[in-house]
């Protein structure tokens, strides 16, 4: 069982940047692969990055590619999502996901657990 809790979200000017925190519990952590997901009203939750148990393999979003970076610190049990050169579109709730075994990782269904979110809020 891994538990997962988001923080660092906020409101933030275009342009600006925020760094999220997914911090898990359990000693398992670096058993798991992570990913983080955002929802916007109305729409589907899609993906935006994932990094592989040791840290070694990123994946992102297009849409995010260049902008966003996510790494993780097995020591804290945390995993972060740095957001720079932040967009309007870029609002939305923001989740992390754990799995032991992402066949996809862009695949929501792939992950087992997930944490309550974290709202971001971009301003034009």
């Known amino acids: 069982q891994v538990q997962l809790v988001e923080s660092g979200g906020g409101s933030v000017q275009a342009g600006g940047s925020l760094r999220l925190s997914c911090a898990a519990s359990?000693?398992?952590?670096?058993?798991?692969?992570m990913g983080w997901f955002r929802q916007a009203p109305g729409k589907e939750r899609e993906f935006v990055a994932a990094?592989?148990?040791?840290?070694?393999?990123?994946y992102y979003a297009d849409s995010v590619k260049g902008r966003f970076t996510i790494s993780r610190d097995n020591a804290k049990n945390t995993v972060y999502l740095q957001m720079n050169s932040l967009k309007p579109e870029d609002t939305a709730v923001y989740y992390c996901?754990?799995?032991?075994?992402?066949?996809?990782?862009?695949?929501?269904?792939?992950?087992?657990?997930w944490g309550q979110g974290t709202q971001v809020t971009v301003s034009s």
């Open positions: 990094i592989s148990w040791s840290g070694g393999s990123t």
């Open positions: 996901a754990a799995t032991i075994d992402a066949g996809s990782w862009s695949d929501r269904y792939e992950y087992e657990y």
């Open positions: 359990g000693r398992t952590f670096s058993s798991y692969c």
